[in-house]
Structures are given as C-alpha cells and as structure tokens.
C-alpha cells in the first residue's frame, strides 16, 4: 500500500479538466461495467425468475425455485443419494481417494455435477504431479532445457477446439493414432473404441487435458524453482540430501505455493469444463460427459426452450462452488503452516 | 572412479531419452496433422496406416478453398476480432492502470477492488447477460459486439498486470516531464508506454491468446452465419459437416488453423511466456 503510494499524485497537486485520471479511467470503466459486471450481476438477478428468453412476457419472480430444481435434476445429480460425502473425511478415508476416483471413473451415479467433480478427481493430482516432474527434469537438461520446454509448451497455444477436433482422430478407432499405438506395441488387434464407449470417454477427455496443459504447469513450476535460491540447494547437497530426498525435504516445501497455484488453476478449469465435452461428445455417450457448464449451456441455448432463469441458476450455482472450494484450499494450506 | 563417470552418463541419458519422450508426444499429434494433410484422398483411406506420406499432394488445400466457402471468413473474423481486442484492451487498460498507479483520488481503491474482484468469477456466469444484452443492441452475430465483450472480460487482468508495471517506473521521469510542461496525458503517451514497453507486449500476447482461443461466447454469440463465425466456431462445424466425406481436407483446415499461432509463439516466445505466467499469478 504504502509503497504504491510513494509518488502517487494528488489532485491538489495539480490535474485539471481533461487531463485527470477520471478521465483516463473512463473508457475502461465504461466497457468493463456494460460488458463484464452488467451481465454478471443480470444473470444473478435472472435467476430468481421463470424467465424463457422467446416468451419475455411469461417472466415472474419465483424465488429460490431454480436453484431448487438444480438439486432436484437428475441430469445434474445423478442417481439421488448415492454418493453423497458424510461427515469429516478422515485419515484412511484421504488413503483411499485413489480407489474412490477409480469407483467414481467405473461407477458414476451420473449428472452432469458428478460427471464434473469426477473430471475434476482424475484430472487435479496427475495435473499436479506429471508437470512437476517434467520440469525438475528440464531444469536438469543444462544446454537443452530451452528445446525441451518450448517443444513441450507449443500445444497449450492451440484452441481447446482445435486440439479437441485433433484428438478427435488420435482416438479414431480405426485410423488414430491411440489405437495404431496400442496394435503396434501390445499387439492387440481390434483396439479400444475410446470416446463411444462410456465407461472410457470421460478418461480418454481427462489424458488429452492433460497433455494439453502440461506446458503451461510446467513452466508455472520451472519459475517456482528459479525462485529457489542455489545456495538452498547447494548447502542441502553439503550435509548430505542427494537426489529424492534432498528433492522431498528442501525442494517440495520451497515449492509450495507453486503446487498450490497449479492444483487452483487446474481446480477452477477444471469445474469449468465444456469445450472439450462441446465438441467431442455432446456429452454423450448417454449423458456419460455431460459437464455442468455444457448442461447449462443446452439448457440456455440448444434445448429449444432459452430458460434463461434456470441456466442463470446453474451459472452462479457453479460459481458459488468453485469459490467454496477455492477458500477451502486457501483455508487447507495455511492451516498447515502454523 | 570410472564407474561413477558411467553412472553419471547413463543418468544423463536417461534424463534426455526421457524428455526426448515427452516432448515428441507434445508435438506429435501436430505433425501427424501436418504429415497427414499432405497425403492424396486413397492413402489416407488405405488398410495399412502410413505415418510418412508415401506420395505428397497438395489437393487437399485446393479442394479446401474450393469447397469450404466459410474458411476464408472465420479466418478474417478470428484476426479482426483479435487484434481489435488487443488494441481496445490495451488502450482502456493501461490508460486506467495508469491512473490507478499514479494518482491518489476519492475512491480509486474501490475501482482497483471493482476490477480484482471480477477476475474471481468466472466469465460463464456472464454468459446469459451478456446474450441479452447484445441482443438488445443488435450486435449479435457482428465482430464489433464479440470485441466489445472479448475486451470487458480481459480488461480486469490487464490493468492488473499494467499496474505492477506502471508502479515501478521512476518517479524523477514524471517528475521532470512534469517541469518540461507535459500534460499527464502527454506524459502516459511518452513515458508511461516506452516504459512499460515489455510488460504492455506481454500482456498483449495473453490477451491476443485468450480471444484467439475463446471458445464458448463466440459459439453462443456469434454462430448464425459464416460472416460472423470466428475459427474456433467455424472448424468445430466443419469438423461436424465434413468428418463423414473427406479427411484430408479437414486435416488441411485444422493444420492452417493451428499453424499461425504456433509460428507466432515459437517467434515470440519470451513474450508469450512472460505474458501467460503473468495471467496465471493474478491470484
């Protein structure tokens, strides 16, 4: 605060007429409240009514309705009941996260808001992890860590439509590579049928984010370790910590707030998941893929009835978790540190 | 001692043949895109899949111009929607983030807390409004209201980052522009934009990104003709309409549609990468 203020110019000081920083604020004050906080707040009030955008005569206030019909909605939450978290999770409970996502990824009671969460279980801790490990690696490449980081950074360049109508074809079941791959090295001879089969296409969305996103953490993690200072490093190597465990007990906890910054990132696109979905499945097969956002997205747009009040809903319904879930992080990791 | 010499060449060998690994599946699938745009219609279509083009052609591209009437348009629309966003963004941004850096005035903490907040809520939650709103004014299905929407959501994290920016630019500079009878207007122009040079390309790269890449509000605002569909729109419906008839010219679109962008980045690459960390750090 204080530092920003150093040499802040007050208006005593001297601005007049135009030339004051009202006006310089104007044009962005001006697209940003029409075309950002106007629609936002719209969609929040929009959705305490009945509202269908082709009958604007038929709208009236209903109250907490829609969000009502959200956890009514079996398209949203599945099979009632079935997986409903109770109580605390505890010790074993957390031990046993890996078999609970293994069970959601066989045994989903469906809708869109389990099919999201699921998503998000398969997608966060490989998208945590598999780019951590990449970067220690291209920090060591000495001469060659340029080449290895821009090659591996090129795909999150591309649109997630393109790369999504490109995996398209990798997971064709006849000419993909997914499948020519699996033929030539485990000498199977049919292959798998990929994004048609619904117990795999959620899985084989999950891969393809992940490779489209390993870059971006990558280099995310490759900034946190240059913030590392080398004498850290070099004094832990002098009382001995070698390779893992000089990496687990100096590197990892320095890491921190890195690992905290990638797992949010990947958390909050992760609930926010659609073009993916959009385009390569509908959400199918069955409604195997459907994502909140792309439910949402139909239920405004493509099921013929534009119930924007009910859309609106499931917009801020969505918001309003993806802000829980971040302040519980938040809350998680600082609690650990005192 | 030798034995340690060895250890030390099989670890490093293991450290490159692995990211050899990772890396050739990061491209990969590109280049098989690339390899597979260029092979005539029967080799794409044969029993045995061929990963080197056996023959090359370039019939692909022809038929593609012939016969993909929209490709052209998406294209223009992505580049004028794009820059349009860049340049619009750009201006409003760092003008505010300027005024938000070096002026003390009645509220102008509000206005930064306004701008901070809204990079918290997720940008589908204005989806709907935002529909209304530009059906109200007419300026669905035209590039001017895509821009116009593109440059509300990217201005918060503009200003942001023009601000860090903005605040570390000497104060003496000001200063003596101030004794030489500048405007503040004249000294944003001639200080403030030479200064923040870097930081202003940077952020343009990840705003340019962002609107390149967008996806759902152009498929919501934007998809009622080809004059007014951007490339996300546009390749994801002719992936739709030609996937049952001919793959080679899909292939050919969708290599033309990532192409640019990868030259651009791999010419830019500090730039791009300054500019994407900085987007990602807001938090």
């Keep these: 605060m204080s530092a920003l203020d150093e040499g802040r110019i007050h208006g005593r000081l001297g601005w007049k007429g135009l030339d004051s920083p009202y006006v310089f604020l104007l044009p962005a004050v001006l697209l940003f409240g029409m075309f950002a906080v106007y629609p936002i707040v719209r969609s929040l009030f929009l959705s305490f009514f009945h509202y269908e955008f082709l009958r604007p005569d038929e709208m009236h206030w209903i109250g907490l309705a829609n969000y009502r019909e959200i956890l009514a909605d079996e398209r949203i939450t599945g099979w009632p009941g079935i997986v409903r978290p109770q109580g605390q999770l505890s010790i074993w409970q957390i031990a046993l996260y890996p078999l609970l996502v293994f069970w959601l990824t066989i045994n989903s009671p469906g809708g869109a808001f389990w099919n999201t969460i699921r998503f998000t279980l398969m997608y966060v801790p490989l998208a945590v992890v598999l780019p951590l490990i990449l970067a220690v690696f291209v920090d060591r490449a000495g001469r060659l860590s340029t080449l290895f980081r821009t090659l591996n950074f090129i795909p999150i360049v591309v649109s997630v439509a393109v790369i999504s109508i490109i995996w398209m074809w990798v997971y064709h079941p006849e000419y993909g590579i997914a499948n020519t791959l699996l033929r030539k090295i485990l000498g199977a001879d049919a292959g798998l049928t990929w994004l048609s089969d619904p117990k795999l296409a959620m899985p084989a969305i999950v891969i393809m984010c992940l490779w489209h996103g390993l870059g971006f953490n990558m280099l995310l993690y490759l900034v946190g370790l240059q913030r590392i200072p080398t004498e850290v490093v070099e004094a832990a190597r002098v009382d001995g910590a070698t390779g893992l465990k000089a990496f687990a007990s100096i590197t990892l906890p320095l890491l921190k707030p890195t690992v905290l910054l990638v797992g949010l990132l990947a958390g909050i696109g992760a609930l926010k998941v659609f073009g993916q979905m959009f385009i390569m499945t509908q959400g199918g097969p069955g409604d195997s893929t459907l994502s909140v956002v792309l439910y949402l997205y139909n239920v405004a747009f493509s099921y013929g009835k534009f119930r924007f009040g009910y859309a609106s809903a499931i917009a801020w319904a969505l918001a309003a978790f993806i802000f829980l879930v971040t302040l519980v992080a938040f809350r998680l990791t600082r609690g650990r540190d005192q | 001692m030798t034995r340690d010499k060895l250890k030390r060449w099989s670890d490093r060998g293991l450290l490159y043949g692995a990211l050899t690994l990772v890396s050739l599946a990061s491209v990969l699938p590109f280049v098989w895109i690339i390899l597979s745009s260029v092979k005539p219609h029967a080799e794409l279509y044969s029993k045995t899949l061929t990963f080197l083009p056996q023959q090359y052609t370039l019939e692909n591209y022809t038929k593609m111009f012939e016969r993909m009437v929209g490709f052209g348009y998406y294209y223009r629309n992505s580049i004028i929607v794009s820059f349009g966003t860049v340049i619009l963004t750009l201006f409003a941004g760092s003008l505010a983030a300027y005024a938000l850096s070096r002026f003390r005035f009645k509220g102008d903490n509000a206005i930064f807390l306004l701008f901070l907040g809204t990079i918290m809520v997720p940008g589908e939650v204005g989806l709907i409004g935002q529909y209304e709103l530009l059906s109200a004014y007419k300026l669905l299905n035209t590039l001017t209201g895509l821009t116009l929407s593109y440059t509300a959501f990217n201005l918060a994290l503009t200003i942001f980052i023009m601000r860090g920016v903005f605040s570390s630019v000497p104060q003496e500079m000001l200063d003596a522009a ?106």
């Design chain 2, 178 to 283: 101030r004794v030489d009878g500048c405007s503040w207007w004249e000294s944003f122009w001639q200080i403030m934009v030479p200064m923040g040079a870097s930081g202003l390309a940077a952020a343009g790269t990840l705003v340019f990104l962002n609107a390149w890449n967008e996806f759902i509000f152009a498929l919501t605002m934007n998809n009622w003709t080809d004059e007014a569909r951007t490339l996300t729109v546009g390749i994801q419906l002719l992936q739709g309409q030609w996937q049952h008839w001919d793959y080679g010219v899909l292939f050919s679109s969708v290599m033309l549609s990532f192409l640019p962008v990868i030259v651009l980045f791999l010419l830019l690459q500090k730039t791009f990468m300054r500019g994407l960390t900085a987007g990602a750090v807001k938090g």
